[in-house]
Structures are given as C-alpha cells and as structure tokens.
C-alpha cells in the first residue's frame, strides 16, 4: 500500500522548533518529490515547501514568508523526509501534511500522508 | 505568483445533482492544473491531474477541463460521499505552488 506517515507535532511555544518526519512506503521514495503543506483550523491548504526527487537533484523550494525558518530535508536511505521548523510563530499553529508528488511534465501530489497537528502557544 | 480563484466558495446540492465548480488562474497557466477532494477532518485526495485526467480509482461521475486560465471540475451525478470541499492547484509556476480558496458542496 502507497503511504505516508507524518509524526512530530505537538505543542510548542512562540520561538522554539520543531521537527516534523514523514515516512514513506509501497513506493520508490528516491522518485518521488515531497511536499509539505499546511491547514489552519478551518482554512484552505497552504503550501509550505518540497524538496524535489533525485532525478531533480534534491532542489528545496519553499513559500516566500516561510524561508529561512523552515528547512526541507530528505534521507532516500531510510524514506523519510523532515520538516524543520524554527522560530515558531503562532500562525504557524494547523494541521501539517507530507505529500507524494510525480508526474512529467504536469505534476501532481498524487499520495498524501494524514497529517500531524503543531500547535505554538504564547 | 500564480493566483488561483474558485468560485462559488460553497454551493448546496441534492444528491444526483450535476454540479460545477470554476478555477481561474491570474496568468495562463496551460493545463498544470490539479483537482483535489478533502473531506472533514481527513488528508485531501486527488482527483484529476493535467486539467483533465482521472487519478487511477477515481469514479467517473469526476471529470475537469479547461486551459489557460480558466478551468472547471464537473461533478455529473452527486452521490453522498461527494459531499466535501474541492481545491484546485497550479504547478505551471513553483515557487510557489499555489491552491484555490476552495469550494464547499454541501447537502440542500
């Protein structure tokens, strides 16, 4: 069965880290890239970063207000990907989600993990 | 950046109801369009890929078009496990990759 498992939220306070991992399985992890996307209760999804399979050199790409504090990371040896969160801010509080992506030339986030909740509390 | 624009935010419908939910993008965007379905409380599901393709397991009743800017997802017949919230997304231009507001089907 194609999966991703998400783990590592909990509570934390306004200026710690954080770090989220995603585990991966039933599928060839080196091929594909990892999306991290986020969900404030009861809001839209917003993208947070990826960071892109071997075949694009393992490039990071991240949303413009969150670089710098967040780092995307992956060990295709274990089929996992992290998400480092530093400085955390209260907005920063939703449901995190890893995601699969593949596909040429559209891509698409075809698998997806079922989320873990970070909570950052002042 | 890429923005995308759904419309209607929600909708209320009856079960074997056609329905239809718009996308725009603020630029041409050709067809690097995604279609998802979230339900409450769980991961979100891809439903088309490439404005028009079918993800492998998806019913039928599903279908998407459009090019360009200006896109759509057609429900054709409701059933009751298609009541949830639609998101479409760009990949045309990353960073960032960019989601629709999204489109909330509920029950009339």
């Known amino acids: 069965e194609v999966q991703l498992v998400e783990s590592g939220g909990g509570l934390v306070q306004t200026g710690g880290s954080l770090k989220l991992s995603c585990a991966a399985s039933?599928?060839?992890?080196?091929?594909?890239?990892i999306n991290w996307v986020r969900q404030a209760s009861g809001k839209g999804l917003e993208w947070v970063g990826r960071i892109r399979s071997q075949t694009y050199g393992y490039a990071t790409e991240y949303a413009e207000s969150l670089k710098g504090r967040f780092i995307i990371s992956r060990d295709d040896s274990t089929d996992t990907a992290d998400l480092q969160m530093n400085t955390l801010e209260t907005d920063d509080t939703a449901v995190y989600y890893c995601?699969?992506?593949?596909?040429?030339?559209?891509?698409?986030?075809?698998?997806w993990g079922k989320g873990t909740t970070v909570t950052v509390s002042s | 950046d890429i923005q995308m624009t759904q419309s209607p935010s929600s909708l209320s419908a009856s079960v074997g109801d056609r329905v239809t939910i718009t996308c725009r993008a603020s630029h041409i965007i050709s067809r690097y369009l995604n279609w998802y379905q979230q339900k409450s409380g769980k991961a979100p599901n891809l439903l088309i890929y490439?404005?028009?393709t079918l993800q492998s397991g998806v019913p039928s009743r599903f279908s998407g078009s459009g090019s360009g800017t200006y896109f759509t997802l057609t429900i054709s017949s409701l059933q009751p496990e298609d009541f949830a919230t639609y998101f479409c997304?760009?990949?045309?231009?990353?960073?960032?990759?960019?989601f629709g507001g999204g489109t909330k089907v509920e029950i009339k």
């Open positions: 997304q760009q990949s045309f231009s990353i960073p960032p990759l960019t």
């Open positions: 039933g599928f060839t992890f080196r091929d594909v890239g």
């Open positions: 490439g404005a028009s």
């Open positions: 995601s699969g992506e593949i596909g040429y030339p559209f891509e698409y986030m075809y698998v």
